[in-house]
């Protein structure tokens, strides 16, 4: 059974594997021990504050782990509110009118203007599945259990919540949009800018960042065709979220012109149909496959199952019970997978 859970020190190996496999451009995963190590002890400091009345700075990252190999498959995480130390970078796509009724010329232009407009929010961030592991509904399983996660501890997270898709990149970590940044403004490649990025060190944003619009009718070709495009590996997690209720608002990454995706978290599929459900232990007869998790914080667990639902009660098998580290009587949130 695969089961997600907290991530823990003991974790770490797998956590550098994990980011070494991602490659280009999965900023959140830099191949650097330190920044990790600090984000699994930043993690286990967020999961061991049990009176939080609102979001702070906190980091939430949990593993899916097999329970009978013990291999981590994946990990996924949540950040509570972004850019409250350090600031938070996008490009907003927007449009200026240049119009002459003198001379009846009427020119519409989108233009790139650096922004901070999602300070505060929380962002769903750090989702990858190992590649043996890309099959059925583990992917899914992965990325909505966080929505469950945000339900039950709806205190510690903003009212809106937004995702950075991951940006047109080549096989080297080649973006056509940051070439043509780096032509004009950084003289630096793009996986040392992601990977700056990636370790915390974004001073280097507002010092060599344009500070004024970016026509983007200037921008090259191959710049302009990749704006708000994702990377094909990323294409399925996008429309997760899109049937989740996320939409693009005209935010894009500061450095591979991906797009953002946002939505009130109130009002996402799986928050919204998602309840509180009481458990007891048995063999269900007739079986749905929901994703379920118990309301545990540091101890919480969250798996995909076959269960029987009767009015307040879902029946549990004795495995399942044990996966989610529940008992008879015990509540657990569930929505439909």
């Known amino acids: 059974m695969l089961v997600v859970r907290p991530i823990t020190a003991g974790d770490y190996d797998a956590l550098y594997d994990c980011a070494v496999e991602s490659g280009h451009g999965f900023t959140s995963l830099p191949v650097d021990e330190t920044l990790l190590r600090r984000r699994i002890e930043g993690a286990q400091e967020a999961f061991a504050k049990t009176s939080l009345k609102q979001p702070g700075e906190e980091g939430y990252l949990f593993v899916m782990e097999d329970t009978k190999s013990g291999q981590i498959v994946g990990v996924s995480g949540i950040e509570a509110a972004v850019g409250l130390t350090n600031a938070f970078y996008h490009y907003h796509l927007g449009k200026v009118v240049h119009h002459s009724r003198k001379h009846n010329i009427y020119n519409a232009l989108q233009t790139l203007t650096l922004c901070n407009d999602y300070t505060g929010v929380s962002e769903l961030c750090t989702l ?8 059925g509904r583990n992917g899914r399983v992965l990325s909505k259990f966080r929505l469950l996660f945000m339900a039950q501890f709806r205190e510690r997270f903003a009212k809106q919540v937004i995702a950075e898709m991951r940006g047109i990149s080549d096989e080297n970590g080649r973006s056509p949009f940051w070439n043509w940044l780096e032509k004009h ?22 010092e060599l960042m344009p500070r004024f619009p970016i026509y983007v009718n200037m921008l090259d070709k191959a710049a302009q065709d990749v704006i708000a495009k994702v990377h094909q590996n990323t294409l399925p997690a996008l429309k997760l979220l899109q049937s989740e209720g996320f939409r693009y ?24 149909e998602s309840r509180l459900i009481t458990v007891q232990i048995g063999q269900p007869e007739v079986s749905e496959n929901v994703l379920i998790c118990n309301t545990k914080l540091t101890d919480f667990r969250a798996c995909q199952a076959d269960v029987n639902c009767c009015g307040d009660n879902v029946i549990l ?7 989610l580290q529940v008992t008879a009587g015990d509540s657990v949130r569930l929505a439909p997978l």
């Open 128 to 135: 990858f599945l190992r590649e043996p592991y890309r099959e």
């Open 185 to 206: 403004f950084f003289t630096m490649d793009f996986p040392s800018a992601d990977y700056l990025t990636g370790i915390g060190e974004k001073t280097f944003i507002a």
């Open 249 to 272: 608002r005209g935010y894009v990454d500061i450095f591979d012109a991906g797009p953002t995706v946002e939505a009130e978290v109130s009002q996402l599929r799986s928050v919204r």
């Open 317 to 323: 098998t004795q495995e399942q019970a044990d996966a």
